[in-house]
């Protein structure tokens, strides 16, 4: 090599070898991703995905859901799809790529997805360096974003888990830095907002996070830092209405946008009412998938109404249980804690979920990696059992596909479906028994942060009923301080789990 040829390489090498190693991460993790362009997945959904786009390139969006046939999705990734739409008009030769299996059009209904992914690992990176060390922010953002079960749904399968989500991990990025700056506290709190409105607009899962976001102002102990968080939450909560508005006209330009909004919503959750839609969560536990909701209950003879009462009862009580312990502690590893565990007890306690309904806590789970090794057994946990969960329903794909005799498509694998749901309610109750007992470690950790505020009127009113439960829950006090109250809450939440999981099972309504 030549004098001149060695100069010339030896700063493109000091260049390479100097790259951040958070962009070495990533695009580790594009890479990957790349490799799975091609797959079909669940081809399903993707062929859903590639025939909305269509019908977007075709129509304009107050037309689309006349003309698209069948459309369970609310109108927020639609925009996404109508950006896409536009773009792939423009690509030369796509008139004649039905003869090819739309192969072009495949790679961009994937494309937000994988980048959402991306998008994704850096705010877990950001999260986690504002607590923890550098190279425990690197660790998290690596977890993420060469995460085996993350590619998995963006690449291969196709699916859009991690653009919904991934606006709430913004959302509560941006609820984090709100303190930051105090003149920054609004604009923040309102993007905040306006992400998560976002995200709910394209589903609906993460709307009982909104319930955090506004005990947010009330975990304040100053009453200037609290009137503003008040003012941005105001703020937030208009701007996402007016969102949902526009984003509702520009499908259904009517008065009764909102309403139809509501409507889209509705029948959206009532496509699949069963207790679990291959899901491993807690009706996965000795039950089949794929049971009605709607079945009664009965303990002992007396019906004490249908699961999907049940589930939606069990999933107010947690999220009631976990902001209230939030507004009692009151620190930024309180809310990203609790944000998680309310993703997790959406997915665990509520029917009709499907196999992917664990990515928000899964994802949320990330950022903890920040608080110690709690976060990064949750995520390994929620790793393995989201990889199984979605290896089990391409499985169930086939077996329906097929119509493989001698097969009981509602339990493909009692050996894994049943051990990898136990895991997954374990891990809940496990995490929340810790979150509400809130002694020791959080506690203690959240102090050296300087987090935790003094106690104020606010917080004791509104953390009053989590206070009151603090005596049970926390793990250093066992049951020694148990009272007839504690008693009676937790043999109420065990007699609820036990007609759920173990009544229904062995004795089934009559038929």
Not at 191 to 216: D, E, H, M, N, R
Not at 482 to 493: E, H, Q
Request: without cysteine; glycine residues 10%; positive net charge.
């Amino acid at each position: 090599m030549s004098a001149s040829a060695r100069a010339s390489f030896a700063p493109a090498t000091a260049a390479r070898a100097g790259l951040p190693p958070l962009v070495i991460i990533l695009g580790a993790g594009l890479l990957l991703r790349l490799l799975f362009l091609g797959s079909t997945g669940f081809h399903n959904d993707v062929a859903a995905f590639e025939s909305w786009t269509l019908t977007l390139r075709d129509n304009p969006p107050w037309l689309f859901y006349a003309k698209s046939g069948f459309a369970d999705y609310p109108p927020g990734y639609f925009v996404v799809l109508w950006v896409l739409a536009k773009i792939y008009a423009l690509v030369p030769g796509v008139a004649n790529e039905a003869n090819h299996g739309w192969p072009i059009l495949r790679v961009m209904v994937k494309l937000p997805a994988i980048a959402m992914d991306l998008v994704n690992a850096g705010v877990v990176y950001l999260i986690v360096r504002r607590y923890a060390a550098k190279n425990v922010a690197l660790v998290a953002s690596a977890l993420l974003a060469l995460n085996p079960a993350a590619i998995y749904v963006s690449s291969y399968w196709g699916q859009v888990d991690s653009v919904s989500w991934g606006l709430v991990l913004i959302a509560l990025w941006l609820v984090l830095r709100a303190g930051d700056e105090p003149a920054k506290t609004v604009p923040r709190l309102t993007l905040a907002w306006l992400a998560l409105a976002f995200s709910v607009l394209i589903k609906p899962q993460g709307a009982t996070l909104g319930l955090l976001l506004l005990a947010y102002p009330f975990a304040a102990s100053d009453a200037a830092e609290r009137a503003r968080r008040l003012t941005g939450t105001i703020a937030g909560l208009v701007s996402a209405f007016a969102l949902a508005g526009v984003v509702g006209l520009l499908f259904h330009p009517a008065a009764d946008v909102y309403g139809w909004l509501f409507g889209r919503y509705a029948f959206g959750s009532n496509v699949y009412q069963y207790t679990s839609v291959n899901a491993f969560n807690l009706y996965a536990l000795r039950m089949p998938m794929w049971n009605p909701d709607n079945a009664a209950i009965s303990l002992f003879g007396f019906p004490v109404g249908s699961y999907a009462t049940w589930g939606v009862g069990l999933v107010l009580a947690a999220t009631v249980l976990i902001v209230g312990r939030y507004l009692q502690r009151r620190d930024d590893r309180a809310l990203l804690e609790g944000a998680m565990l309310i993703a997790l007890a959406f997915f665990v306690l509520a029917t009709r979920m499907h196999e992917r309904y664990v990515y928000g806590a899964f994802l949320l789970a990330m950022p903890l990696l920040a608080f110690g090794r709690g976060g990064l057994w949750s995520s390994v946990v929620l790793t393995v059992t989201m990889y199984l969960n979605l290896a089990y329903s391409l499985a169930y794909q086939t077996v329906m596909e097929q119509k493989i005799v001698g097969v009981n498509a509602s339990d493909l694998w009692p050996g894994v479906s049943h051990p990898a749901a136990l895991a997954n309610v374990l891990l809940f109750f496990w995490m929340g028994y810790l979150y509400l007992g809130g002694g020791g470690e959080a506690t203690a950790a959240a102090g050296e942060q300087g987090a935790v505020p003094a106690a104020t009127p606010w917080g004791n009113a509104l953390g009053a009923v989590a206070a009151k439960a603090r005596g049970w829950f926390d793990p250093r006090e066992g049951l020694i301080g148990m009272v007839r109250l504690d008693w009676a809450i937790a043999g109420g939440i065990a007699l609820g789990a036990f007609a759920i999981a173990v009544i229904g099972y062995w004795w089934p309504p009559d038929r």
